[in-house]
């Protein structure tokens, strides 16, 4: 059964730093991960999603790595900015359209 | 790209009534959607796959009687929370794939007072 958990739980850092969210999965055979933000109250939005043939993808300031043998996925954040400030999911499929949420990390960046 | 709706947004209810939430894929056809409930400061856990035509496959713990799930067509799938408890109080997601990606519509949240 697949498991998927996010270290740390929770992150305050301030304006600017660069930062990396970690995704760790149990089961390697994965066929998608995704990365999402939620905010407050609010739906899921997809940052960034990385096919089991893919090792990375970049968006803007965004940069989600994969590797499948050590199952971990990580989250790089440049330049962080107070708008970054949410909850980040990753969540992994095995194939089935059937997402195993992590358990999130919530990020405040101070101004 | 893809959207996916629900309705409605949020939703006020009073214990022992029901109450019907609407997943539906705006452009495009979904044999298959997913309902996700995530309670407060927690994660999405997955309750169900809602199957057209066909009856919905539950997640172990999920009682199949008190979450009514109807995927009646290829761009509609219903939940229906049954006899609500206030513990059924949570924010409540769809999703349906579109070739390699799932598009989660914007959630619904429940409170049952």
């Known amino acids: 059964k697949q498991e998927v958990t996010q270290i740390p739980a929770a992150l305050s850092v301030p304006e600017g730093e660069n930062l990396v969210l970690n995704c760790s999965f149990t089961?390697?055979?994965?066929?998608?991960l995704q990365w999402f933000r939620q905010d407050p109250g609010k739906g899921l939005t997809s940052l960034l999603l990385?096919?089991?043939?893919?090792r990375e993808q970049t968006s803007g300031r965004l940069n989600a790595s994969l590797d499948k043998s050590s199952g971990r996925s990580t989250l790089y954040i440049a330049a962080s900015q107070p708008g970054d400030s949410a909850t980040y999911l990753c969540a992994a499929t095995s194939g089935t359209y059937k997402y195993i949420f992590g358990t999130g990390t919530r990020l405040k960046v101070l101004a | 790209g893809a959207v996916v709706s629900q309705h409605p947004s949020w939703v006020i209810c009073k214990s022992g009534t029901s109450v019907k939430i609407e997943c539906r894929s705006l452009?495009?056809?979904?044999?298959?959607m997913f309902w996700y409930r995530q309670f407060p400061k927690q994660s999405l856990m997955l309750m169900a796959t809602?199957?057209?035509?066909?009856?919905?496959?539950?997640e172990q713990g999920v009682e199949k009687d008190k979450f009514l799930i109807n995927h009646a067509s290829l761009t509609l799938s219903t939940l229906t929370v049954t006899s609500a408890h206030p513990e059924d109080s949570s924010f409540y997601i769809c999703s349906a794939p579109l070739l390699d990606t799932q598009y989660f519509g914007p959630g619904t949240r429940l409170t049952v007072l």
């Open positions: 452009d495009f056809q979904a044999t298959t």
């Open positions: 809602s199957n057209e035509g066909s009856k919905a496959t539950y």
């Open positions: 990385i096919q089991s043939s893919q």
């Open positions: 089961d390697s055979a994965i066929y998608n």
